[in-house]
């Protein structure tokens, strides 16, 4: 039986118009998006057992996210700063392609900062021997640059053990971006979990899959039992920071 511990005693915060509140876990930089959230998603609130704090970072969307327009910045460090004086005690975001920010963003706070499941890149492939790669599954891959690899921690030793395979042109998946009003969750994990183990016979070295996109993890489960390979997304990375910092 897990051992109960008192209440760990955190920094009490208050936000900019006077509402004082304490106790959050992590606070999520939010885009404003209209697809479902199923459980799994790391804005669907559900997903976890600890608190979370999302916060809209405005005008925001996808094609400036996922385009990385840098003018939003400012206002992501400002949501940023937001979330940490509401007592967050650690921040990231509702999507992977937010890691062009990452750095910008660790540079301001007092609070870590792991804006995008890409941080977990580093650290995933120490693990490995260094003849095994590991699949990186995002939206699109085009878009999934060295800037946003950098910001996030990988050398260029790290990006040349990658398969980096977007799914963007998958006819299910690819609904995520068009706010046509319906999408359907499980035909999108069917194609992700067949190109997973595309993937994995095309390129037998491989050792370890990462999920960047936030779509992904309610379908992490399925791609590890047909791989049977571990799987890292956003949820594994807040799961870890959460244990450090509760």
Request: glycine share 6%.
């Amino acid at each position: 039986m897990k051992e109960l511990k008192a209440p760990v005693s955190v920094k009490f915060g208050q936000n900019k118009n006077g509402n004082a509140y304490d106790g959050y876990s992590i606070g999520v930089l939010i885009m404003r998006s209209w697809v479902p959230k199923p459980l799994g998603h790391v804005s669907q609130l559900n997903t976890y057992n600890y608190p979370i704090l999302p916060y809209l970072v405005e005008g925001s969307n996808f094609q400036r996210i996922l385009g990385g327009d840098m003018t939003l910045l400012p206002t992501i460090v400002d949501a940023a700063k937001e979330l940490q004086a509401s007592g967050c005690k650690c921040i990231t975001s509702s999507c992977g392609y937010f890691g062009r920010f990452q750095k910008a963003v660790a540079d301001e706070l007092d609070a870590p900062v792991y804006i995008s499941s890409i941080c977990q890149i580093p650290w995933v492939l120490s693990g490995l021997s260094e003849d095994k790669k590991i699949i990186v599954l995002c939206y699109d891959d085009s878009l999934l640059v060295r800037p946003i690899l950098e910001s996030c921690g990988l050398s260029d030793s790290d990006v040349n053990r990658c398969v980096i395979k977007g799914m963007c042109n998958e006819p299910s998946f690819s609904d995520i971006r068009k706010c046509q009003g319906h999408y359907s969750v499980e035909t999108a994990g069917e194609e992700i979990v067949a190109t997973a183990l595309r993937l994995q016979k095309e390129n037998p070295d491989v050792a370890a899959i990462v999920l960047e996109c936030t779509d992904m993890p309610p379908h992490a489960a399925a791609i590890q039992r047909a791989t049977n390979l571990p799987v890292f997304d956003i949820t594994t990375l807040l799961d870890f920071i959460n244990s450090v910092v509760e």
